[in-house]
């Protein structure tokens, strides 16, 4: 039995330094029949609680904690019962959706995520936010890039506890090194690949 890669848009509001947006989002939950992982838990926890289908989820894997990629989280794994992982160099976001209670578990550089046959790894990649993460599923040649990286160029940096030349060295020397083929999924918006943001990059002054 391999491996999918299931994709769900869900839709609701991003908020931070007083205003909001709306916005769409990506859920990648990544299984078999019989276990998944979600990436990301944003607006809609029926939505992503019923696309599990009843499945042992292993792990609600956060990217980062801007609230329209956690909001959903802590619904989502009281009803499926798995624990949240979150780098904790985010924490001070997410202590603005949740205040009275942390992720179950903190994420680490090169942490190692076992499902279906498979495994997922994690890649720190801040600069969207101190605590971005990105993971990268070698055998399918993927990897989850929240908003780390988009079709187009690198997420934005334009708010708090973003910062430009971070994010463009994150990009540059954890994800630009990757396979050319790699398909890279993204937190909002169209799949796009390695070999084209090296292209979009490559336009791009330090």
Not at 32 to 39: L, M, Q, S
Not at 45 to 51: E, T, V, Y
Not at 81 to 101: C, F, K, S, T
Not at 125 to 144: K, W
């Amino acid at each position: 039995m391999g491996v999918t890669i299931e994709n769900l848009v869900t839709s609701g509001t991003f908020s931070l330094d007083g205003g909001t947006w709306d916005v769409d989002n990506n859920v990648w939950i990544i299984g078999n029949d019989d276990e998944c992982v979600i990436i990301d838990s944003p607006h809609d926890a029926d939505a992503i609680i019923n696309q599990v289908r009843g499945r042992k989820v292993l792990a609600i894997l956060l990217t980062h904690a801007h609230n329209d990629h956690i909001g959903a989280a802590r619904a989502v794994a009281e009803a499926v019962g798995a624990p949240i992982y979150l780098n904790p160099e985010d924490l001070m976001l997410w202590e603005q959706v949740y205040p009275d209670a942390g992720p179950h578990r903190y994420l680490g550089d090169g942490d190692v995520f076992e499902v279906a046959g498979t495994a997922l790894q994690a890649l720190h990649t801040p600069g969207h936010s101190p605590g971005s993460t990105c993971f990268y599923l070698e055998s399918e040649g993927t990897v989850f890039t929240g908003d780390t990286l988009f079709n187009g160029g690198p997420g934005a940096t334009g708010r708090s506890y973003s910062d430009y030349p971070t994010i463009l060295a994150s990009i540059r020397e954890r994800l630009l090194v990757l396979p050319a083929e790699t398909v890279v999924r993204t937190g909002h918006g169209e799949n796009t690949s390695i070999a084209a943001e090296r292209e979009t990059l490559a336009q791009v002054n330090q």
